[in-house]
């Protein structure tokens, strides 16, 4: 049974930093995107960022793009997501999620597309 387990949540001023991470078990994970999704309240789920199962393609949403790097250890099964520059909008519980991908060259950024998600972790930004 794949499992996956997202760290590193807290509260923390606007402009400050943050590193989530997320480990993954059950699985090689050797074909799977991996990716991170955000959901804030009274708002719809969205896609943060992902990495390819090969490792090499990244894809961010706009609203992150030079602020959050995600990446991805060798071993396939651990992503981290390195925030700075926080704003309070960015006040979430963000989600690890992964899902079997035929290309090593994709990220999907549907939500859809993921067959496996973590419990989340509540990320605060304070103005």
């Known amino acids: 049974q794949v499992q996956l387990v997202e760290s590193g949540g807290g509260v923390v001023q606007a402009g400050g930093s943050l590193r989530l991470s997320c480990v993954g078990s059950?699985?090689?994970?050797?074909?799977?995107?991996m990716a991170w999704f955000r959901q804030a309240p009274g708002k719809e789920r969205e896609f943060v960022a992902g990495?390819?199962?090969?490792?090499?393609?990244?894809d961010y949403a706009d609203s992150v793009k030079g602020r959050f790097a995600i990446s991805r250890d060798k071993a396939g099964n651990t992503i981290h997501l390195q925030m700075s520059s926080l704003k309070p909008e960015d006040t979430a519980v963000y989600s690890c999620?992964?899902?079997?991908?035929?290309?090593?060259?994709?990220?999907?950024?549907?939500?859809?597309?993921?067959?496996?998600w973590g419990r989340g972790t509540q990320v605060t930004v304070s103005s």
């Open positions: 999620a992964s899902g079997w991908q035929r290309s090593p060259w994709i990220v999907s950024t549907s939500s859809d597309e993921y067959e496996a």
């Open positions: 059950g699985s090689t994970f050797s074909k799977d995107v």
């Open positions: 990495v390819s199962w090969s490792g090499t393609i990244f």
